[in-house]
């Protein structure tokens, strides 16, 4: 059963930084593509970044191309995602995905999900 489970939310004004981590356990995690993903109350879930099994393609939202790096480490089996420069406009639920291909663009084949973590930024 694959579990994916977030971390490193919180409250930070604009301009700030924080990393968010995402561990995940059930499956070989080196084999498979995952995803950064944010929703906010009333709005639809949308695409962040993605990454692919080895690290070496990413992919990113306009919105956040320049300012979010992701990344994985796959011998800790997590996914982190290096907030920087942040804007009110960020605040959401970040959540972490996975699916069954070693690439994805765009997450849209993902179908395992975190719990999400918050992250706020004040203005």
């Known amino acids: 059963q694959v579990q994916l489970v977030e971390s490193g939310g919180g409250l930070v004004q604009a301009g700030g930084s924080l990393r968010l981590s995402c561990a995940a356990s059930?499956?070989?995690?080196?084999?498979?593509?995952m995803g950064w993903f944010r929703q906010t109350p009333g709005k639809e879930r949308e695409f962040v970044a993605t990454?692919?099994?080895?690290?070496?393609?990413?992919y990113y939202a306009d919105s956040v191309k320049g300012r979010f790096t992701i990344s994985r480490d796959n011998a800790k089996n997590t996914l982190y995602l290096q907030m920087n420069s942040l804007k009110p406009e960020d605040t959401a639920v970040y959540y972490c995905?996975?699916?069954?291909?070693?690439?994805?663009?765009?997450?849209?084949?993902?179908?395992?999900w975190g719990q999400g973590t918050q992250v706020t930024v004040s203005s």
């Open positions: 995905a996975t699916g069954n291909q070693m690439h994805s663009l765009r997450g849209d084949d993902f179908h395992y």
């Open positions: 059930g499956r070989t995690f080196s084999r498979y593509a």
């Open positions: 990454i692919s099994w080895s690290g070496v393609s990413t």
